[in-house]
């Protein structure tokens, strides 16, 4: 069954856009008044003897507990990625630093050393990218049982390049002023550049403002928040070393800055740490009660706690001071999950009716997109998904979720088509899954190995992911619930069931909990997933299957027709299934 279906969290791709300050006062969603007069960021400088690379494409290496080389061992052995033109392309490029979680402290790491040359530029071919990055995700696969440390960090070099093909890495900056002044991001380089729809355009023109401006913290903090949507746009993880330094640098040239951590905050939502996300959101808020990003992160991080009570208070907050794209889409979801449809619908398509830039057109769009598919409304979700298209051609969610709503009407050809297109680009789990059950579902003569190919590519991802200091568990309890190790999955996802409580990992843990033979510690997991009222045929679909399991059939038959009701193709494999069980308890 489909992994997730919930993309507006940020563990699940709805929440990762760039957020623009709106050029104009915008419609709220509540009706109240906004405050006047955000205070600025709070002052004071440090010295730094150092700057960090503002690098485009360096390669990631293998976390560990030291720091190491990773071309001390390479002539030991033949790299098992030397077959590919990355592999060549990555050796050339700084290799980033080790980078923690952006857990709760919120003091900076010491920066990094620099190299010693001036400039480095590496160009990929975007046309060579798709495939290739599917061929790089294999070779890292293979990595972690054939090979040693050395090679499996030769071959996430190779993958990371090919995750980020086209893409320019530019090399090093050194502040050869230390004296320089301080200068601060709205003279140089607007946040708003991020919403401009050409993420990579934005990213060279940081880079060169601080190669002209080494200082400049707010350019830096930026540039950090750029890599953390780059990493979520383009499914390459080894971005948040990336997005850590740059944040990083910005907090020693300007302690407490509020948009570096603001950004720090997205960071640790990206990598799943929603504890330390809520942290750094509240330390910005400190200095900048009107951060936008900063009220955006809290709702988040909120929500992925699982505390949706103090969520929707966030967000009636986040609505009163900063009324926007950002905060309504945030707005909307925290209803969705309290089963207020009509709301979030509302509120989602004033949003869209306020919406001025690309990315934000596509990412509103794409969320009205998923309600409609939800509630079972495929015409309404493939106009919604062609609206987004349209804004952004390229833009993911929205081509993966075209895709679901063609297999949901029965199109399967089309799906298979187009999440083909989705993978070969950007091999995330959840795509990967739910093409490796397009594939199943279809049942033509190699389909089966083609699926098994798909789950296998979710395994390297996942371990790419932790390399990089994402907490990948509940990728990994959804995916190898249903399609990979059993046992880990019920690991992976009591890991998670222990850090927080959502309706997502509630169900997560139930359906693990199921698949290993505990059906009655099950239940009451399931009974929590669907406790708020949120519309989810996958939720359904696992409780009457639990129910059904303890014997409980008339509840199971109940569970099960609600899902099928709700949206009877909710998942190629789950819906099938789903009738086959009402069809045996008749």
């Known amino acids: 069954m489909s992994p997730r279906t919930n993309q507006n969290a940020p563990e699940s791709g709805r929440g990762g856009r760039p957020e623009a300050e709106p050029a104009s006062p915008t419609p709220r969603a509540a009706e109240t008044t906004p405050e006047e007069g955000a205070p600025s960021a709070g002052a004071g400088t440090t010295r730094a003897d150092h700057e960090p690379v503002p690098h485009g494409e360096p390669a990631p290496r293998p976390a560990g507990d030291g720091e190491t080389s990773a071309g001390h061992d390479t002539d030991a052995e033949p790299a098992a990625c030397s077959d590919s033109a990355e592999t060549a ?3 050339d490029a700084p290799s980033p630093d080790s980078a923690p979680h952006a857990d709760a402290a919120p003091s900076p790491e010491p920066a990094p050393e620099p190299a010693d040359t001036a400039t480095v530029t590496v160009t990929a071919s975007e046309s060579a990218g798709g495939g290739e990055r599917v061929k790089a995700l294999r ?20 993958l990371a390049v090919a995750l980020t093909a086209g893409a320019v890495v530019v090399g090093v900056v050194r502040d050869s002023g230390r004296t320089a002044p301080l200068v601060s991001a709205p003279g140089a380089v ?3 550049l991020l919403a401009g729809g050409d993420l990579d355009a934005s990213i060279r023109s940081l880079q060169a403002q601080l190669r002209a401006q080494p200082r400049d913290y707010g350019s830096w903090a930026t540039l950090g928040l750029a890599y953390v949507e780059q990493a979520r746009t383009k499914g ?12 990083d640098r910005s907090l020693e040239i300007r302690p407490d800055n509020d948009a570096a951590l603001a950004g720090r905050a997205a960071l640790a939502a990206a990598r799943h740490d929603f504890a330390g996300a809520l942290t750094y959101a509240d330390l910005a808020l400190k200095q900048n009660p009107y951060s936008e990003r900063a009220l955006s992160s809290r709702v988040d991080a909120l929500v992925e706690l ?8 966030a967000a009636d907050l986040a609505d009163t001071r900063r009324p926007g794209v950002p905060v309504f889409t945030r707005y909307a979801y925290v209803h969705e999950l309290r089963g207020d449809v009509g709301t979030a619908r509302r509120v989602l398509e004033q949003a869209l009716s ?5 990315g934000d057109i596509a990412y509103v769009a794409t969320a009205l997109g998923q309600l409609a598919w939800n509630q079972g409304d495929y015409r309404t979700a493939l106009d919604r998904y062609a609206r987004a298209l349209a804004a952004d051609e390229n833009y993911l969610p929205a081509l993966e979720g075209r895709a679901r709503a063609q297999a949901a009407r029965g199109d399967t050809a089309d799906a298979i088509r187009g999440m083909e297109q989705v993978v070969d680009r950007y091999p995330l789990p959840q795509p990967l899954v739910e093409l490796g059950e397009l594939y199943e579902a279809r049942g033509k003569e190699g389909d089966r190995t083609k699926a098994r190919d798909q789950y296998t590519l979710v395994d390297a991802w996942v371990s ?11 990728d990994t309890a959804l995916a190898a619930a249903d399609h990979g190790d059993r046992v880990a999955a019920l690991k992976a996802a009591r890991a998670e069931w222990a850090r927080r409580h959502t309706v997502h990992t509630a169900d997560a843990l139930a359906w693990a909990l199921h698949v290993n033979g505990h059906d009655r510690e099950a239940l009451p997991y399931a009974r929590q997933a669907t406790a708020t009222g949120y519309h989810n045929a996958s939720f359904l679909y696992h409780r009457g299957m639990i129910e059904r399991a303890v014997g409980r059939t008339d509840q199971a038959r109940v569970s099960l027709t609600a899902a099928l009701r709700l949206n009877p193709g909710f998942s190629p494999l789950g819906a099938r299934e789903a009738r086959e069980a009402l069809e045996a308890m008749k």
């Open 139 to 158: 070779r890292f696969s293979a990595a972690g049982g054939r090979w040693r440390a050395v090679q499996f960090g030769l071959c996430a070099a190779s």
């Open 464 to 474: 790419l992911a932790r390399t990089n200091g994402v907490n990948a568990d509940l």
């Open 354 to 358: 306020t919406a001025t830039s690309r």
């Open 190 to 192: 607007s946040p708003e």
């Open 89 to 91: 392309e990555a050796a």
């Open 236 to 247: 390459d993880p080894s971005r948040y070393p990336q997005a850590q330094r740059a944040l």
């Open 306 to 313: 699982g505390r949706y009570a103090d969520a929707s208070k």
